[in-house]
């Protein structure tokens, strides 16, 4: 088993910043992937952006690209979302999950969920 807390949401103005941290406990040299998700109401979970834990590759969703970036602190098995230049679009509940396989950017993967992290970007 994996355990996952988030911590680091809260309210934006568009423009600003904010980092979400994820940290992993339990089962965590199993982990291969981390990933945070978002879902905005009425609207499906879709990925943002995943790391893998040997590697440190990442993926970053198209929608987000050149403005999130995800980070771990391996010593901490804690992983990080720096979101810049929030925009309302990205007004959404963020999730945090773990994969014990590949590969990372399927979401299907990840069998381990934090309870997620409200991010609220006003304009």
């Known amino acids: 088993q994996v355990q996952l807390v988030e911590s680091g949401g809260g309210l934006a103005q568009a423009g600003g910043s904010l980092r979400l941290s994820c940290a992993a406990s339990?089962?965590?040299?199993?982990?291969?992937?981390m990933g945070w998700f978002r879902q905005a109401p009425g609207k499906g979970r879709e990925i943002v952006a995943t790391i893998t834990q040997s590697g440190g590759s990442t993926y970053v969703a198209d929608s987000v690209k050149g403005r999130f970036t995800s980070s771990r602190d391996s010593a901490k098995n804690t992983v990080y979302l720096q979101m810049n230049s929030l925009k309302p679009e990205d007004t959404a509940v963020y999730l945090c999950?773990?994969?014990?396989?590949?590969?990372?950017?399927?979401?299907?993967?990840?069998?381990?969920w934090g309870q997620g992290t409200q991010v609220t970007v006003s304009s």
């Open positions: 999950a773990a994969s014990m396989s590949g590969p990372a950017f399927v979401l299907r993967r990840y069998a381990y």
């Open positions: 339990g089962r965590t040299s199993d982990i291969y992937a």
